[in-house]
């Protein structure tokens, strides 16, 4: 399964995600940012390879259908509610992602 992580910038969340379920069983991962001038912009390429799609709050929900609408092809999008207060890779981050993430995911085995 194809699992696309998104946040503003793709500078902290969703490269945090990425990393921390990179070796998750049954997955392949990626993140992208919102903002034209994320560190990985997204585009329709990576929105057409994603089968389930994370954002880290609302607005990145109601900005990903206003300019990726089109190219969203009844992929699942799940909102983790978690706000832009985190360093990269910082242990409270990691433990809120586990958490919010893993049920989402295919079950090992």
């Not at 954002?55 to 109601?62: D, G, L, N, S, W």
């Not at 910082?90 to 989402?104: D, G, Y």
Request: some cysteine.
């Amino acid at each position: 399964m194809n699992v696309l992580f998104l946040c503003s910038q793709n500078r902290l969340r969703s490269p945090t995600a990425e990393q921390i379920f990179a070796d998750h069983p049954g997955i392949v991962c990626s993140s992208a940012g919102l903002n034209h001038d994320a560190e990985n912009p997204l585009t329709p390429e990576l929105m057409e390879w994603a089968e389930l799609i994370f954002v880290m709050e609302q607005a990145h929900r109601h900005k990903l259908s206003s300019r990726f609408g089109s190219t969203l092809h009844g992929q699942r999008v799940v909102c983790l509610d978690i706000p832009d207060e985190y360093p990269f890779m910082a242990p409270a981050l990691v433990e809120l992602l586990r958490r919010k993430v893993t049920p989402h995911l295919p079950v090992a085995g």
